[in-house]
């Protein structure tokens, strides 16, 4: 057997199965000649011996073989699934034979005559070329099926069928997902049109339905429309279709197809995350957020129908105590009665809602004198004061009331709430179990600090409080020292609340002492948050107000926060108003070496601004001196405020204490102060105070300024 050519072994190999050996080598070189491969054999048993470990591009066979026909060769390809297209060469003109064989599935019959061997190379392309095209063929019907089925998987997956009508026959054809979707079994009924659709369609939904599919054909626009369907197994359902037309050459709307989309699951996870972001979960009401958006839009109406508007702010008197002698769960359970017999009181288009706690609010709209709103507040009070019965206990509970009208006592949500409040502050002072309407001659400062305090103490439960941090920083280098950390409460009505607004009022009420604690604890923990990411570590300084400096065991609250949040001592700076530490100094310096003994550093702070003794500073053992901003402010201009200045930072260098500058807005007022030797600076030249994110980033990243 002639060897096959080195260079061509990329072509397409030929199998040849001929008995006659010279027309076998005849064939060969003819081939080979070609450009083809060729591979010779003598009977068919040492072809497919062959076969079992190679393979063929085509084969030419032989009709009659020494050990089987060509149509037994033929049988056995087939039973050995090859698919090699192939010739069939016989030496008999045999018009029967050549038709069966092409039956068979041969690709071409060729007579041994004279002309064969011209004949050979172009019946081998041909049939070559046939198989080449099949093959491709094959390929892309079967990755059609696959995209097939890949659609058919994926609008299962996604609950989506397609359809298509025929405008001019109303056949509709349905994808078998769309029977599955409407709860039906595919194909039945076989024969669907649009009227029997009809018939599928939530009544209330289907004019909506019509008029889309009318002026999609009408203006040969694609139309996308959402509506229900009542299915036999899973109720109500919503879908959305997206449909576009298709027109014939007049331009008249010949076909519609498109897809239709389950999205049930959607809109109800949807409504559920409305329902979480504003309902109260324990009584379904509308919470805080909704209430001031029906609010908004009770106002708009009120304005267009020129009619009042009530608010009710509404409180329970007595709940804590009952709350704390029955349990929490008993509260719950009043709360939620007391909800259900409220919303008796109120119409369907009024809202009531609960702003946690036992607070509740009802909107009153569409009223038109002041007499509806005090009809409803008296129907609340003698409802609510009905005995409820809860795990065999009767209990008794009654409310105050205040009432906000609009427009005579504010335009705007948060006034008309916060005057509303105002009012029932001032129910409660009366004698509770009342309501009062708020007029301009109430003591507002009186009932402002009320209502302030009173949602201070739920502030902190409601977690409105929270710490911003600004650097301290050393203005040779630029880099950051330190970090004071500055309360800041979010107010759920009036806004963001700076600390001269509420820490005199949580001194006077001693609130301070757990506000204190918070605060202290939320610092240190932050602190060593940052120290545990790998941020530079640096010191964080808190303030102290006077009344936690007096404060009983102010030392073991600050071990023990240190021991819990696990942040060293030397991280740790306390800042004290110098008119706080001269106040009873002697006991003072008891204190203070207390903390120096924990190795917590000591800052006095707005330094300057009370009257110090010398000898006393002497005695504290303190680490640094704050020059308080009043000082910086005018440092560059006011030679009074420069000398005050210089002298502190005198002072600080005699005592042996550091010195640190507050309130340094301008370049002008560090360079003066760098030059009078005060390295140490704040202030908003380098960063106003910052949420804990953004002073993450001023860590990583340095300060630029
Ligand atoms: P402070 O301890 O003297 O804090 C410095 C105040 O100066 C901060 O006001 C800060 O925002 C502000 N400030 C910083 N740099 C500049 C600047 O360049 N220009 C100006 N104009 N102001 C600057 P903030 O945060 O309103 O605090 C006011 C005071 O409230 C504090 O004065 C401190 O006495 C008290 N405070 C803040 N947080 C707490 C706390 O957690 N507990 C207690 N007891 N008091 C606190
Ligand atoms: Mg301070
Ligand atoms: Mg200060």
């Not at 009508?165 to 769309?178: H, K, M, P, Q, R």
């Not at 607070?359 to 409803?376: C, K, P």
């Not at 006991?587 to 702070?605: H, R, Y």
Request: hydrophobic letters at 45%.
């Amino acid at each position: 057997m002639p060897e096959l050519p080195k260079d061509i072994t990329a072509a397409e190999l030929i199998l040849v199965i001929e008995d006659d050996a010279g027309f076998a080598e005849l064939m060969h070189s003819t081939l080979v000649d070609e450009g083809y491969r060729c591979q010779n054999f003598a009977c068919g048993r040492d072809a497919f011996d062959w076969l079992a470990v190679n393979s063929a591009e085509m084969i030419i066979l032989d009709y009659t073989l020494p050990d089987m026909t060509g149509a037994a060769v033929i049988e056995r390809m087939r039973e050995l699934g090859l698919s090699a297209p192939f010739v069939m060469v016989t030496g008999r003109d045999d018009a029967g034979l050549a038709v069966e064989m092409m039956k068979t599935g041969a690709c071409d019959f060729m007579i041994k005559d004279t002309t064969f061997l011209d004949r050979l190379p172009a019946v081998v392309s041909r049939a070559l070329h046939e198989a080449q095209t099949r093959r491709k063929l094959e390929r892309a019907e079967m990755s059609l099926r696959q995209s097939e089925a890949r659609l058919a998987r994926a609008q299962k997956i996604a609950r989506m069928g397609s359809w298509e009508w025929n405008i001019a026959s109303g056949e509709i054809n349905w994808s078998d997902e769309l029977y599955h979707i409407f709860g039906l079994t595919p194909g039945e009924p076989a024969v669907i049109n649009m009227e029997w659709l009809y018939t599928l369609i939530v009544p209330l939904d289907l004019p909506v339905f019509k008029k889309a599919i009318l002026n999609s054909i009408k203006s040969c626009q694609p139309f996308n429309l959402v509506y229900r369907i009542t299915t036999q197994n899973a109720g109500e359902i919503v879908v959305t279709s997206q449909g576009e037309v298709e027109c014939d050459e007049s331009g008249h709307a010949c076909l519609l197809s498109g897809t239709t989309l389950d999205i049930t699951a959607r809109i109800r996870a949807e409504s559920e995350i409305q329902q979480l972001i504003n309902y109260d979960t324990l009584t379904g009401l509308p919470n805080r957020s909704l209430l001031h958006d029906r609010l908004h839009q009770a106002i708009a109406q009120s304005v267009r129908d020129k009619n009042l508007l009530g608010v009710l702010v509404l409180d329970l008197d007595r709940f804590k105590g009952i709350n704390e002698t029955l349990g929490h769960r008993a509260g719950d359970k009043l709360l939620k009665s007391i909800g259900a017999r409220l919303q008796a009181c109120v119409r369907d288009s009024d809202t009531l809602a609960r702003l946690g706690g036992d607070e509740f609010v009802a909107i009153l709209v569409g009223v038109t004198h002041e007499e509806g709103i005090t009809t409803v507040a008296k129907k609340v009070l003698a409802i609510v004061s009905e005995p409820v019965y809860i795990d065999g206990h009767e209990i008794y509970t009654t409310c105050s009331i205040g009432i906000a009208v609009y427009p005579m006592d504010g335009d705007d949500s948060h006034t008309l709430l916060k005057h509303a409040d105002l009012a029932m502050y001032q129910a409660k002072e009366l004698d509770r179990n009342n309501f009062q309407f708020f007029s301009r001659d109430m003591n507002i400062k009186v009932l402002e600090r009320m209502m302030l305090e009173n949602s201070m103490r739920k502030a902190l439960e409601r977690d409105e409080f929270f710490l911003v941090y600004q650097p301290q920083v050393d203005a040779r280098t630029g880099r950051i020292t330190g970090m004071e950390a500055l309360l800041r409460w979010q107010h759920p009505d009036l806004g963001l609340l700076a600390p001269d607004k509420f820490i005199y009022l949580a001194e006077d009420n001693g609130f301070i002492i757990s506000l204190g604690e918070w605060v202290l604890r939320t610092a240190c923990r932050q602190n060593k948050a940052w120290q545990d990411q790998g941020l530079p570590a640096v010191r964080v300084a808190v303030n102290l107000s006077a009344k936690q400096f007096g404060q009983y065991h102010l030392d073991e609250v600050i071990a023990s926060t240190l021991l819990d949040t696990g942040l060293e001592p030397r991280w740790l700076e306390l800042e004290i108003t110098e008119s706080t530490i001269m106040k009873d100094a002697e006991k003072n310096t008891v204190i203070l070496q207390k903390f120096k003994g924990m190795g917590i550093s000591l800052a006095i702070d707005d330094f300057g601004t009370g009257y110090s003794s010398l000898s006393y500073l002497k005695m504290f053992p303190l680490t640094r001196l704050k020059i308080d901003r009043a000082f910086v402010r005018d440092i560059t201009t006011n030679p009074d405020d420069a000398a005050i200045a210089e002298i502190i930072i005198d002072i600080a260098r005699t005592l042996k204490l550091s010195v640190i500058a507050e309130g340094v807005e301008t370049r002008a007022q560090m360079q003066f102060l760098s030059f009078n030797n005060c390295v140490e600076m704040q202030g908003y030249l380098f960063s106003r105070p910052v949420r804990a994110e953004e002073f993450a980033n001023l860590l990583k990243n340095g300060l630029k300024y």
